[in-house]
């Protein structure tokens, strides 16, 4: 599939207006412009010509000119409990260099109160001196151990030296002692995967109580896909009793108290009660059109939770529990895993044995059965090569090892019988990101630190410039423009309706990219032609003053079976023309101007490319 421009989105914006006025950027962005200005800076190229005007909004997704980057997982700690826990005050500016240090970044400093002022649309008031100072840390998406306040604190502080590397161990529970999960077989039609484990002993106060349910949410978010691979539920053991039982049954046949309500509900009527809470709605279809539903039962048949949605309220854990059972049900086994190991490990600091957690014993029906969690060090082989060569600078094995340390990686060194050094690296619970001898390889970078990494010439020397066909587009741009014409820049994703019948065209099933189980219908096929996107931009702006009179110079993508990836990009350009008279000598403008275009003259242009009208015709 060709790349898009932006990510799209499920949600239909407001209508538009035209404004060559370009909004205020985040700090972020801020941030990312000034990295450019630097590269840009310091490069020995003449800068490029300057853009022509181009229609802004950044709440339009169809116009924009802001750079759109991918969203990181962003984790907001109070920062006066950040250095607390750190063991050490810091500015502002040295804690940004810390964490850029490390390989993650202070996105934002902001209070609770500017947050929840900024949701209300309440920015003129005043802002209390004594309100706490939140810091947002941007970090990985693949760091999972760095989704709370407990993972980063503990990163920071083997990064700096003030911390040995956690050791977890899985307690020595006696077979017939130790907590079982049955699996029912029925559960394979829905969700057929589940892990559990206990925290024995935790200490919970406000903030750590809040920091765990706020882990929970943000691995919901990112690696369970929105609880759609996975679903944590966490229950007061004191409340239970085992074994427990994963079942699957049909809707009326489930009957609970939820959390946070008081009375109880068959499966149908709580997915319909649902249908109007803001956050729980967005779960609903992940089970709501299965004929059994997942339910899993302590020994009295007391519910602790309807995955993926909603836990039982008899076992909701409060500030006063000390034993905490864990169950993650899943689609995907390894990601359960991880999800697991993330909230045990990142918590068991708190519990009577430090970083000590107790299994559970899961059996499935056909007698199969597995003791989680596994927090089990897998080691891994690489060559100090591997290691040094890629990143350009000249290590010896001990010198390797304590680098590997600050990122939390425990190391040694072993020599091959040929004589080469290997390292050979333990890879704990928390690091399910280290999968390769490349992730091994960015961590000695980034605990050797990229700003001391010597500079040096490729050996390879090429002299860089822009591609024949974005420069011939450029021109093409600028000529557009000088005639009046404002430049657009929409999705590159559409409606098949759009595509299609919108333009009087038939769909032959060989033109258009079709995309696979698509989360909005307005985001349906790639675009075989531009004049969908121009002619919906128009219907935005439909109150804008006449004349109106944009164009886009974009690609649109064809089915190509000669292509090995089946398809191609071709760049095109539409212009339109909106205004209350025919507009007839616009045309002919156009039509002059195709001597531009003659395939003749296409040797004097770079790479051979030209200009030629399309032979598709839209309307009759």
Known sequence: MPPCRRNPTTIRPPPITMTTRQSPLSPRQRRFLRRGRRLCSSSSSPPPPPPPPTLS???????????????????SVGRDRLFEALGETYTQEDFEKLCFEFGIELDDVTTEKAIIRKERHLEGEEEDEDEEVIYKIEVAANRYDLLCLEGIVRALRIFIGKEEIPVFK????????????HVKPETALIRPF????????????????????DLQDKLHQNICRKRSLVAIGTHDLDTIQGPFSYEALPPPDINFVPLKQVKSFRAGELLEFYRSDMKLKKFLHIIENSPVYPVIYDSNRTVLSLPPIINGAHSAITLKTKNVFIECTATDLTKANIVLNTMVTMFSEYCGKKFEVEPVEVVYSDGRSSIYPDLTVSNME???ADITGPIGIALEASEVVPLLNKMQLQAGKSLTTNGNCNIIVSVPPTRSDILHARDVMEDVAIAYGFNNIPKSKPKCMTTGGRQPL??????????????????????????????????????DGDKAVIIANPRSSDFEVVRTSLMSCLLKTVKHNIDHPRPIKIFEVGDVVILDAARDVGAANNRRLAALYCNVTSGFEV???WMTNQRMGSQEESMSMDAALYLRKDLNTYFH
């Not at 899985?170 to 999960?181: I, R």
């Not at 589940?194 to 349910?213: H, K, P, Q, W």
């Open 57 to 75: 909004n950044p709440t339009s997704p169809f116009l924009s000119l802001c750079v759109q980057i991918a969203a990181m997982p962003t984790v």
């Open 170 to 181: 899985v307690s020595d529970v006696p077979p017939k002692s130790m907590l079982k999960m």
């Open 194 to 213: 589940v892990v559990c484990a206990v925290l024995r002993g935790i200490t919970f106060d406000e903030a750590r109580y809040n920091s765990f349910i």
């Open 382 to 384: 690489v060559s100090l």
């Open 470 to 507: 974005n420069r011939f587009s450029d021109k093409i741009r600028a000529e557009v423009s000088r005639a009046g014409y404002m430049e657009v820049l929409t999705w590159v994703l559409c409606s098949h309706e759009e595509n299609f019948a919108m333009l009087k065209r038939n769909d």
């Open 587 to 589: 045309l002919f403008w």
